[in-house]
């Protein structure tokens, strides 16, 4: 079983040699991340897990793979998806331009959703929708907007839930098992590396959504997370997060009002 | 094991079930006395569904405060906690909740095993961890690491689970201490920190 201790020493080694810094990572998740690479990739020991690391730049890919939860899908949360089609988006509509950030995107499902809410908005055209990750690798996926066509069955119900009218296989072409989206869908996307431990404001948004990922910080991080988040966000611009994340217990929680009972809150000060 | 070592210095209960086990607990949660002496936490194989009505149900049964987890509520005694659908249900050192929406693990998010695991991390003899009934093998191998850091294990006695596969499978894979029926896990319950 792998010790606290050696947890220490890989997040050392993460950020001396590579400057990635997870000091701030929830430590339970973090240190269930770390024993299911170890054993995925059967090392004899963790000294050797931990040269591979700092002796294998190619191999520092798969530690990041592995560290960060991708899990992610399309209209996940159908009834988040319903409140943003009939409470924001509509007050987002007499805007001459639209700014949303997708923090932690990992491959991009809730990012084609947003933009299928838009489009069917007819908003899409005045948006952008900027995706970021500290993973390049998923990133790249994102990109592509090419997913697992076993998976649209699932998220053409989600999207059906969410109060979407369209046929949800207009949007794509399948081919050989996957699917690809519409290219207008990904024209309105700006992909780029940011790392919320340590990357600054880049712009003022209209709407922010990072759903689970706060989950995987500590409370520290999530303050931290949270005030970049207040610094990127118009007056009456909006923050979504995940359906178990708060930002009650924040200092910048005078400045927002909670919409509903989903988690999306408006910056009144 | 000395008696008087089931009886004293726990912080923790963590109950895991799957198929049949929300009977089990409108059975066990009104017999439950407040205020409870220790944190208790249920996990539960649940359809993904993002409503609470299941938490509206079980608090519906007991008179000690009930909630459904939120990333980072901290963990205090007297509370009963349910984990929520589709997320795993750790605990940090700081005794403090995390959520985590990683790979399920045995087919389930939230899983057993997962919960059972960090529980022991944190609470290591201080902890008791119960399985009840279910139709898989998830839990055993948690039940393993939580008497491996010094905790103690009740499975529900499988004759009266409606599903017998899963305290079964953890009686014959795991320490079990103690079988018990629903009514005995009550009274073991009540009795945690109090003197005989």
């Known amino acids: 079983m792998i010790e606290e201790a050696d947890i220490d020493l890989v997040l050392n080694d993460l950020f001396e040699v590579y400057g990635y810094d997870f000091t701030n990572y929830a430590r339970a998740s973090l240190k269930r ?6 054993l995925l990739d059967k090392f ?3 000294a050797e897990f931990r040269y591979r690391l700092k002796s294998d730049p190619g191999y520092l890919k798969r530690v990041i793979e592995g560290l960060t939860v991708t899990v992610t899908e399309m209209f996940r949360d159908p009834l988040f998806y319903k409140a943003l089609r009939t409470e924001i988006v509509p007050t987002l509509a007499a805007k001459p331009f639209i700014r949303i ?4 995107c990992s491959t991009g499902e809730e990012v084609f959703s947003m933009a299928i809410v838009l489009k069917e908005a007819n908003l899409l055209h005045k948006s952008l929708l900027y995706a970021t990750d500290l993973n390049p690798q ?18 053409s119900e989600n999207y059906i839930e969410s109060g979407g009218k369209n046929d949800f296989s207009a949007y794509y072409t ?3 098992g996957q699917v690809k989206f519409e290219e207008s869908l990904a024209e309105k996307m700006i992909f780029s590396t940011h790392n919320l431990v340590s990357d600054r404001s880049f712009n003022e948004f209209d709407l922010i959504l990072c759903r689970n990922v706060l989950i995987y910080f500590d409370k520290p991080l999530q303050e931290r997370t949270l005030n970049l988040f207040d610094e990127s966000i118009g007056t009456l611009g909006y923050l979504a997060l995940g359906s178990k994340e708060t930002l009650n217990f924040s200092s910048i929680k005078a400045k927002y009002r909670q919409l509903n009972k989903e988690k999306i809150w408006r910056k009144i000060g | ?10 912080k923790a209960v963590v109950i895991g079930g799957s198929a049949g086990s929300i009977e089990v607990l409108l059975k066990l949660l009104p017999a439950l006395a407040s205020p409870l002496p220790v944190a208790l936490m249920i996990v539960l194989h649940r359809k993904n569904s993002t409503d609470s009505s299941l938490a509206d149900l079980l608090s519906s049964k007991t008179m000690i405060p009930l909630h459904e987890v939120e990333d980072k509520d901290p963990v205090l005694p ?5 984990a929520p659908a589709d997320y795993h249900l750790l605990i940090e050192k700081d005794e403090v909740f995390s959520l985590d929406d990683s790979e399920k693990v045995n087919y389930s998010r939230p899983s057993l095993d997962v919960t059972f695991e960090s529980a022991a991390d944190v609470y290591g003899s201080s902890l008791v961890g119960i399985l009840l ?3 898989n093998a998830d839990g055993t191998a948690g039940l393993n690491l939580i008497k491996a850091r010094g905790g103690v294990l009740i499975a529900q006695k499988p004759a009266t689970a409606q599903a017998a596969f899963m305290p079964q499978h953890a009686i014959l894979h795991a320490p079990i201490d103690r079988v018990l029926d629903v009514d005995e896990m009550a009274v073991f319950i009540n009795s945690l920190n109090r003197p005989n």
């Open chain 1, 138 to 155: 998923v990133l790249e996926k994102a990109r592509r907007g090419v997913f697992p066509l076993v998976q649209m069955k699932q998220y």
């Open chain 1, 33 to 38: 991340r770390i024993s299911r690479l170890f």
């Open chain 1, 174 to 176: 399948a081919q050989y």
């Open chain 1, 101 to 104: 950030w997708h923090a932690g």
């Open chain 2, 78 to 82: 007297g509370a009963i906690y349910l």
């Open chain 1, 44 to 46: 004899p020991s963790f």
């Open chain 2, 133 to 135: 009934s279910g139709a």
């Open chain 2, 1 to 10: 094991m000395a008696e008087n070592r089931l009886t004293t210095s726990f």
